[in-house]
């Protein structure tokens, strides 16, 4: 170890008389904690409700879709075997959908009625509250989001009517038809608007309806992140008159909006560490004044101002680390406290999430600590410019 680190050290170490430098030391290792500790904590919570958006956006909308620009898809067997020999691929199926209205009891609201097979839609069994996906394949029955249950008073086994606007034509013009069918099923998606709007319905019970054709072909991926490869290569091999879009591109606003938010609160958490920074400044200028008289002799003994200003880097720097270590390992703390625990809860009917989430990243912790250092070695800069300016002579002749 060199001279310098060994003085900076030993500068922590405050004896009895110089017990005030020593209290703004630790306020200052503190202060670092504190604001470390809760830009972690802050930065694992909105990481945490991002990804329980994604999971939630990604359990029942597709990862890839896929579309003709001119009309509705004719031959849709043929490209979902296409789509499936791409790797990745784990599910391909076709879908219709067409909005309309649905009435239970005396109760209607506006709906989005999509058509798929029931085969096809196995992965949402987990999102299913009541009944079976097995139930879609009988005539007539359909799934329904939990709060439009909620809305219509219906559980499974219930009647409801289907009200297509378009559905028939007579002298007079297009008139709504309706159509009975039963619940078979409630799901529960976590998202309001697809829990309250959307209905799923037999592919062969909607052709029924409004005819052969299908909208699109839905994707699903075994990697969600490689959405934008895929989508390139299926495109590639069906031809440019059909057109793909990712689950990235379909929610862009969404996360956009995430995003942001979480470099806003990253900010605005960084004042935090900045003014508690400001104390390192504090107790690196009484240190100097303190110890002016042995900086002198130092450089009467021929120290350079290079080996001055390090000696107040190192004992700045050590401040900084400790109370970046100690609110790293306090924030992974409390956010492995909530993970396992789950001691803070949330109204579900408002947040559609039981529990606080906390995702700590890597990456998250990484940025804080370098930026922690960098606001760190910054107000070492100007204590250890003034201490290195000392002039040894003057010093010496009136200390």
């Not at 085969?119 to 996906?133: A, T």
Request: hydrophobic share 45%.
């Amino acid at each position: 170890m060199d001279y310098e680190t060994t003085i900076g050290l030993r500068y922590l170490r405050s004896k009895r008389k110089d017990a005030f430098i020593s209290l703004t030391t630790w306020i200052s290792v503190l202060g670092i904690a504190i604001g470390v500790m809760a830009l972690i904590l802050v930065i694992a919570v909105m990481t945490g409700f991002q990804d329980e958006i994604k999971e939630r956006i990604l359990g029942i909308n597709p990862h890839i879709l896929i579309m003709d620009l001119d009309k509705d898809i004719k031959d849709p067997d043929s490209i979902v075997n296409q789509l499936k020999d791409i790797k990745d691929v784990t599910h391909a199926y076709p879908f219709v959908t067409f909005q309309a209205m649905i009435q239970g009891g005396n109760q209607m609201t506006g709906a989005m009625v999509k058509g798929v097979n029931g085969k096809d839609i196995g992965f949402l069994e987990k999102l299913l509250r009541d009944g079976s996906i097995g139930n879609l394949e009988k005539k007539g029955n359909v799934l329904i989001g939990k709060e439009m249950a909620k809305h219509l008073g219906l559980i499974s086994g219930d009647p409801l009517s289907i009200i297509i606007p378009f559905g028939g034509i007579s002298p007079m013009g297009v008139i709504p038809e309706t159509v009975r069918v039963k619940v078979g099923g409630i799901f529960e998606t976590g998202m309001y608007e697809i829990d309250n709007t959307m209905v799923i319905m037999s592919l062969k019970d909607v052709e029924g309806l409004i005819g052969p054709g299908v909208t699109g072909i839905e994707v699903k991926l075994k990697d969600v992140y490689r959405a934008e490869e895929v989508r390139r290569e299926a495109i590639r091999r069906l031809g440019h008159r059909y057109f793909g879009r990712t689950w990235i591109e379909m929610n862009r606003n969404l996360f956009s909006a995430l995003k942001l938010e979480k470099i806003a609160m990253f900010i605005i958490l960084a004042l935090v560490i900045l003014v508690a920074s400001f104390n390192i400044v504090s107790s690196l200028v009484m240190t100097v004044k303190e110890k002016k008289k042995d900086i002198a002799i130092l450089k009467a003994m021929g120290a350079k101002k290079r080996g001055i200003m390090k000696i107040f880097i190192v004992e700045g720097l050590v401040i900084g680390v400790t109370g970046a270590s100690i609110g790293s390992f306090g924030g992974y703390l409390l956010c492995e406290i909530q993970r396992r625990f789950q001691i803070i809860s949330l109204a579900q009917d408002v947040y559609y999430i039981t529990n606080l989430p906390m995702k700590v990243s890597l990456l998250d912790v990484i940025l804080i600590a370098s930026t922690t250092l960098l606001l760190t070695i910054l107000s070492t800069l100007y204590p250890s410019f003034k201490a290195a300016n000392i002039d040894p002579v003057e010093t010496l002749r009136y200390e």
